[in-house]
């Protein structure tokens, strides 16, 4: 009887399957050109797409190319899971062209994912597309079928599965193929027919970190388009992300992984094994140098480095008309380099107490660093006593010049500032979660928050970050580091810090964002509050959360996204440090609104308010010690 119950199930889920891949195959940019019918382009995209299939030869299951003048030039691009046979491979390829050709007749570009046997991507495009990173348009195909009991314990299995897949799947690994081969599958340990069974998969052209951007941004869609599914999948030009409660398209075959991985071994290990004597001599030899001499991680970086010359020459020899402001351990300037681009330069003071390790630390952190919501590093400057970072330029300056000038903070509406809260906690997950080393930022606020042309944020001024390895739970310094009105308490009082200590700040800014007004400065003849925080807790705790929005946006918000923001906010300023969310969780929170928030609790120590204002007084020479169990690696 289960037996017979087990093989309904997967019926019933095939049938779903074949629905899904029918649908999911049209994939056209309606929003982008057309072309004529009986146009040069036209015949050439049929030359191109029908002959895809033919070309897709080889281990590498991976195949771009173009055809036609520049005028009436197609691109096209094709790809199967690792470990597809090849005329597998070929039959899929063949079905997603004759897709693309029969739904989409004249769009000048197009993709699709095919999954069948085997999943396949197929893609053509009037522009150039090999080595171009693109996350739009964005395609997703759920199953009808809805979660309507243990969904709490499913989308923690789901979140247990996924999320460190996002990590494994962008990291990059050729595997002996041509290419980069960004690509994860993973599966619950169950033998019943309810495990939950995933992939990711990037186009190998891109980047590890455009992969990850890419497939993080899948993980986060879940709570806007599949909220409660059992089976989902999120699909993007540059890369695909589905789950279900089944295995799909040969991706969970034990057999078909070892033949696949048997025929890349039968070439790699003989090679392997010849070049691993020879790296171990090597090793033997550089551990013997370097028990000698001292390690030097800026040999490693020439190709980052600036002379002095050209960073004066770059910003009129730091002129202070060149001045954008004040950052963390001295001043930043624009400058402009002899082919045009414009640079940010962060001369450090001569009196900061930023010494060389301190120096190199933020260098080599921020040079491995990418993330579309953090600022990216071009190279360093150090020659004598300067000591320089030359950062990209960010043309809006930063948050705090918006957001606290009342002739300018007008320009910042809800959707503005939305934006920005949903772009800072990105970019500090980044940090925390997916970046190659885990950084506690400790000084995050408004003035490190840069704003681009888009008014798309970007968190900088690392200079008082510190990194954590996946094996280290302990940091220890000299000196309490941050800004005064940012720092939570437990960091304050006792030294300790973690990635909640980030959380209560990140919680500050929001409230900041919300009400226009600082935190370090705030002051009510009313008395209701000592601090923005102790201010917002208060009018929580009194029903009228929404007096504090900043008058500036009148009416011209909305009030339940609104009030969910102040909600979340609260929960990062709450006292516990362990009760504060993740920022995982908290993206999850501001992104969907189909998760049950906590009720939060008191966000200072009890009679703190009456002791904060001279709080900023106490010398810095706490121990920072970690909470051990606030460390999640």
């Given at each position: 009887?289960?037996?017979?119950?087990?093989?309904?199930?997967?019926?019933?889920?095939?049938?779903?399957?074949s629905i899904t891949s029918v649908v999911f195959s049209q994939q056209c940019n309606n929003t982008g050109f057309v072309f004529e019918h009986n146009s040069t382009y036209g015949a050439n995209r049929e030359h191109i797409l029908t002959s895809l299939a033919s070309n897709m030869k080889g281990p590498d299951s991976f195949y771009n190319s173009s055809f036609g003048e520049v005028a009436d030039r197609v691109y096209v691009m094709?790809?199967?899971?690792?470990?597809?046979?090849?005329?597998?491979?070929?039959?899929?390829?063949?079905?997603?062209?004759?897709?693309?050709?029969?739904?989409?007749?004249?769009?000048?570009?197009?993709?699709?994912?095919?999954?069948?046997?085997?999943?396949?991507?197929?893609?053509?495009?009037?522009?150039?597309?090999?080595?171009?990173?693109?996350?739009?348009?964005?395609?997703?195909?759920?199953?009808?079928?809805?979660?309507?009991?243990?969904?709490?314990?499913?989308?923690?299995?789901?979140?247990?599965?996924?999320?460190?897949?996002?990590?494994?799947?962008?990291?990059?690994?050729?595997?002996?193929?041509?290419?980069?081969?960004?690509?994860?599958?993973?599966?619950?340990?169950?033998?019943?027919?309810?495990?939950?069974?995933?992939?990711?998969?990037?186009?190998?052209?891109?980047?590890?970190?455009?992969?990850?951007?890419?497939?993080?941004?899948?993980?986060?869609?879940?709570?806007?388009?599949?909220?409660?599914?059992?089976?989902?999948?999120?699909?993007?030009?540059?890369?695909?992300?589905?789950?279900?409660?089944?295995?799909?398209?040969?991706?969970?075959?034990?057999?078909?992984?070892?033949?696949?991985?048997?025929?890349?071994?039968?070439?790699?290990?003989?090679?392997?094994?010849?070049?691993?004597?020879?790296?171990?001599?090597?090793?033997?030899?550089?551990?013997?140098?370097?028990?000698?001499?001292?390690?030097?991680d800026f040999s490693r970086q020439s190709s980052l480095q600036y002379d002095l010359k050209t960073i004066e020459a770059a910003t009129l020899t730091f002129s202070k008309r060149n001045m954008l402001g004040q950052g963390g351990f001295g001043e930043v300037f624009k400058g402009v380099l002899q082919d045009g681009s414009e640079i940010a330069v962060k001369r450090l003071s001569k009196e900061s107490a930023q010494g060389v390790?301190?120096?190199?630390?933020?260098?080599?952190?921020?040079?491995?660093?990418?993330?579309?919501?953090?600022?990216?590093?071009?190279?360093?400057?150090?020659?004598?006593?300067?000591?320089?970072?030359?950062?990209?330029?960010?043309?809006?300056?930063?948050?705090?010049?918006?957001?606290?000038?009342?002739?300018?903070?007008?320009?910042?509406?809800?959707?503005?500032?939305?934006?920005?809260?949903?772009?800072?906690?990105?970019?500090?997950?980044?940090?925390?979660?997916?970046?190659?080393?885990?950084?506690?930022?400790?000084?995050?606020?408004?003035?490190?928050?840069?704003?681009?042309?888009?008014?798309?944020?970007?968190?900088?001024?690392?200079?008082?970050?510190?990194?954590?390895?996946?094996?280290?739970?302990?940091?220890?310094?000299?000196?309490?580091?941050?800004?005064?009105?940012?720092?939570?308490?437990?960091?304050?009082?006792?030294?300790?810090?973690?990635?909640?200590?980030?959380?209560?700040?990140?919680?500050?800014?929001?409230?900041?964002?919300?009400?226009?007004?600082?935190?370090?400065?705030?002051?009510?003849?009313?008395?209701?509050?000592?601090?923005?925080?102790?201010?917002?807790?208060?009018?929580?705790?009194?029903?009228?959360?929404?007096?504090?929005?900043?008058?500036?946006?009148?009416?011209?918000?909305?009030?339940?996204?609104?009030?969910?923001?102040?909600?979340?906010?609260?929960?990062?300023?709450?006292?516990?440090?362990?009760?504060?969310?993740?920022?995982?969780?908290?993206?999850?929170?501001?992104?969907?609104?189909?998760?049950?928030?906590?009720?939060?609790?008191?966000?200072?120590?009890?009679?703190?308010?009456?002791?904060?204002?001279?709080?900023?007084?106490?010398?810095?020479?706490?121990?920072?010690?970690?909470?051990?169990?606030?460390?999640?690696?």
């Amino acid at each position: 009887m289960r037996k017979a119950k087990k093989i309904s199930f997967l019926i019933f889920w095939f049938v779903l399957t074949s629905i899904t891949s029918v649908v999911f195959s049209q994939q056209c940019n309606n929003t982008g050109f057309v072309f004529e019918h009986n146009s040069t382009y036209g015949a050439n995209r049929e030359h191109i797409l029908t002959s895809l299939a033919s070309n897709m030869k080889g281990p590498d299951s991976f195949y771009n190319s173009s055809f036609g003048e520049v005028a009436d030039r197609v691109y096209v691009m094709g790809m199967c899971i690792p470990g597809t046979e090849q005329t597998v491979c070929s039959d899929c390829i063949k079905v997603a062209s004759d897709q693309l050709l029969q739904n989409c007749p004249n769009q000048t570009e197009a993709f699709t994912w095919v999954p069948r046997i085997t999943l396949c991507f197929a893609r053509y495009s009037y522009r150039p597309i090999f080595k171009s990173f693109f996350m739009h348009p964005r395609y997703t195909e759920f199953n009808s079928v809805v979660i309507t009991s243990n969904l709490t314990d499913f989308e923690k299995r789901w979140h247990d599965l996924t999320e460190p897949m996002i990590a494994e799947a962008s990291s990059p690994n050729d595997a002996g193929l041509s290419y980069s081969l960004f690509y994860a599958t993973a599966e619950e340990n169950s033998t019943t027919s309810q495990a939950i069974h995933a992939l990711m998969l990037c186009t190998p052209d891109i980047t590890s970190v455009h992969c990850h951007d890419c497939l993080r941004g899948s993980f986060d869609s879940y709570m806007e388009v599949c909220h409660g599914r059992p089976g989902c999948t999120i699909a993007w030009a540059s890369c695909y992300f589905r789950w279900d409660m089944y295995p799909f398209s040969g991706a969970f075959n034990q057999k078909c992984k070892k033949i696949s991985r048997g025929m890349i071994m039968a070439f790699v290990v003989p090679i392997g094994v010849a070049i691993s004597v020879l790296s171990a001599a090597v090793a033997i030899l550089v551990c013997r140098r370097r028990k000698t001499e001292p390690p030097d991680d800026f040999s490693r970086q020439s190709s980052l480095q600036y002379d002095l010359k050209t960073i004066e020459a770059a910003t009129l020899t730091f002129s202070k008309r060149n001045m954008l402001g004040q950052g963390g351990f001295g001043e930043v300037f624009k400058g402009v380099l002899q082919d045009g681009s414009e640079i940010a330069v962060k001369r450090l003071s001569k009196e900061s107490a930023q010494g060389v390790q301190e120096f190199q630390n933020e260098t080599s952190l921020v040079a491995k660093l990418q993330h579309r919501n953090l600022v990216g590093v071009l190279g360093f400057c150090m020659e004598g006593e300067e000591k320089i970072l030359v950062y990209e330029f960010v043309p809006n300056k930063s948050l705090d010049q918006f957001l606290f000038e009342p002739t300018k903070k007008g320009q910042l509406d809800w959707a503005k500032r939305y934006k920005i809260i949903v772009g800072t906690a990105r970019g500090i997950l980044y940090l925390h979660h997916d970046s190659p080393l885990k950084i506690i930022h400790r000084d995050l606020k408004a003035s490190n928050i840069l704003l681009d042309a888009e008014m798309e944020p970007k968190v900088a001024d690392f200079g008082m970050a510190r990194i954590f390895r996946v094996d280290q739970s302990r940091a220890d310094t000299k000196r309490v580091v941050g800004t005064h009105g940012y720092i939570s308490p437990e960091y304050l009082m006792h030294g300790q810090f973690s990635v909640k200590s980030d959380v209560y700040s990140f919680g500050v800014l929001v409230l900041e964002i919300i009400s226009g007004k600082r935190n370090s400065n705030f002051h009510e003849t009313d008395e209701s509050g000592k601090n923005l925080v102790t201010y917002a807790w208060r009018h929580w705790r009194n029903g009228s959360p929404l007096e504090l929005v900043d008058s500036e946006l009148e009416t011209n918000y909305q009030s339940n996204e609104v009030f969910r923001c102040i909600h979340i906010a609260l929960l990062c300023v709450q006292n516990d440090p362990e009760q504060r969310p993740n920022l995982s969780t908290i993206i999850m929170m501001l992104t969907s609104n189909s998760i049950t928030l906590p009720v939060p609790q008191s966000p200072v120590y009890e009679g703190m308010d009456m002791f904060l204002p001279s709080i900023k007084s106490l010398p810095g020479s706490v121990n920072d010690s970690l909470i051990d169990d606030l460390v999640p690696r």
